[in-house]
């Protein structure tokens, strides 16, 4: 096992509702050798019923973060990933396996990366998963697919688990902020050339381009090169546009 590997990892629970199950997510982590976990929550939990199901692993939520919304969980990751079984146009065409995650997560740059897990009644919202770049999938059967929380984190922590092997640290990834920046920036320089037609077609388009930007784990360098293709674009238009005049 290398813990370099799932030290930065972080588990994320959105909204949960029941303290025990809060509990029992530590208890999964802490026998997966994964500690670092944050709550996003405007809740005050029963600490007695989080420590009655997280036993020896009491230290996890002792340590936890807290934070009022998502969006300030998540900015300072490199790679963000959603825990649904949805699938839909806001919700990602396409999802990792546990198994794929792992080994994706293996070879990814140095920098924070964040698991999030919903509601224990309803998930994640569609708002919360399109602000990820990922999504991961659980596979059920479709006799009753829903999956425990804990349970879902268990099974994810598990695959991350086995994956955890030495890997080359030094390659620092943009982060997620950093990766929405370049794409409104992105869609702004398209924008300024009449690409889109309606407006929710930049919506996509700058989901698309954050997505990209930070599933393909690019360095900061590498993200300007990136990002001036499109201020190019938008110059080499005006200049045609004139030349054309």
Known sequence: ???????????????????ANIGSCCRAMKTMGLTHLTLVTNETYDENRVFTLALHAKDVYQNRKEFKTLDEAIKDSVFTIGATRRRGKLRK??????KDLAEKLSEFPSGKISIVFGREADGLRDDEVNMLSSIVTIPTSPLFPSLNLSQAVQIISYELFLSSKPYKDGIVAVTHERAKEAAKD??????????????????????????IIE???????????????FSKVEKIKIYKDRKDE
Do not use: C
């Open 1 to 19: 096992m290398d813990n370099s590997y799932l030290d930065r990892i972080e588990i994320i629970l959105v909204e949960t509702q029941d303290a």
């Open 93 to 98: 065409m396409s999802s990792y396996s546990p």
């Open 186 to 211: 992105a869609v702004d320089h398209l924008e300024n050339i009449s690409y889109f037609k309606w407006d929710e077609e930049k919506k996509w388009t700058e989901s698309l381009i954050s997505d």
């Open 215 to 229: 599933r393909a784990g690019l360095q900061e360098s590498e993200l300007k090169r990136f990002a001036k293709i």
